[in-house]
Antibody
Framework: QGQLVQSGAEVKKPGASVKVSCKASGDTFNSYDINWVRQATGQGLEWMGWMNFNSGNTGYAQKFQGRVTMTRSTSISTAYMELSSLRSEDTAVYYC???????????????WGQGTLVTVSS | DIVMTQSPDSLAVSLGERATINCKSSQTVLYSSNNKNYLAWYQQKPGHPPKLLIYWASTRESGVPDRFSGSGSGTDFTLTISSLQAEDVAVYYCQQYYSTPLTFGQGTRLEIK
């Protein structure tokens, strides 16, 4: 099965932006959406949005509209999530996760990246 | 938005005993055209990403031990571990993929009694 490998931990100041990468390997992700899910320390899972790896089409959770941008580079099989105007509440582990799609339907999250810790601190 | 509510928030079960976790959605996740429930269960251990256990509410992912089972339909779902093993200590999440925004339950922490 395909794997997703994420970039390393980041430390950012409030107001800055962060860009996390998610490289797909071992399988074709042409039929997958790449989603981003975050988890603050000791907290639950929060879905941020999706991007179709083939078309580049995106959809964002309302909470993150205007602050998040999901892109990809097909030549290197890598997806990116950029979050701007960072605040302390954005400190979390950010996961990319694939969802297999057929037609207009997409399904459960599998596989998952290993996670990237983003710390926002002055 | 579909709100997913799990119960209990935490659970302590003796080794070898049954563990039951419930998940309720604020609206149906049963898609009438194919009669499938768009509901998945995940297991998360500290320092690791969630791991898919169950999809379509009751289909076990390949490689998942058969002591894990999922049941339910519509708005009420259950994850059952028939005989708890030490390695099952984790936080368990339900998640609906019926509609966006995709939403998770708040998680249930499972410990050994």
């Amino acid at each position: 099965q395909g794997q997703l490998v994420q970039s390393g931990a980041e430390v950012k100041k409030p107001g800055a932006s962060v860009k996390v990468s998610c490289k797909a390997s071992g399988d074709t992700f042409n039929s997958y959406d790449i989603n981003w899910v975050r988890q603050a320390t000791g907290q639950g899972l929060e879905w941020m949005g999706w991007m179709n790896f083939n078309s580049g089409n995106t959809g964002y959770a309302q909470k993150f509209q205007g602050r998040v941008t999901m892109t990809r580079s097909t030549s290197i099989s890598t997806a990116y999530m950029e979050l701007s105007s960072l605040r302390s509440e954005d400190t979390a582990v950010y996961y990319c996760a694939g969802r297999y799609c057929t037609g207009t339907s997409c399904f459960w999250f599998d596989p998952w990246g290993q996670g990237t810790l983003v710390t926002v601190s002055s | 938005d579909i709100v997913m509510t799990q119960s209990p928030d935490s659970l302590a079960v003796s080794l070898g005993e049954r563990a039951t976790i419930n998940c309720k959605s604020s609206q149906t996740v049963l898609y009438s055209s194919n009669n499938k429930n768009y509901l998945a269960w995940y297991q998360q251990k500290p320092g690791h990403p969630p791991k898919l256990l169950i999809y379509w509410a009751s289909t076990r992912e390949s490689g998942v031990p058969d002591r894990f089972s999922g049941s339910g339909s519509g708005t009420d779902f259950t994850l059952t571990i028939s005989s708890l093993q030490a390695e099952d200590v984790a936080v368990y999440y339900c998640q609906q993929y019926y509609s966006t925004p995709l939403t998770f339950g708040q998680g249930t922490r499972l410990e050994i009694k």
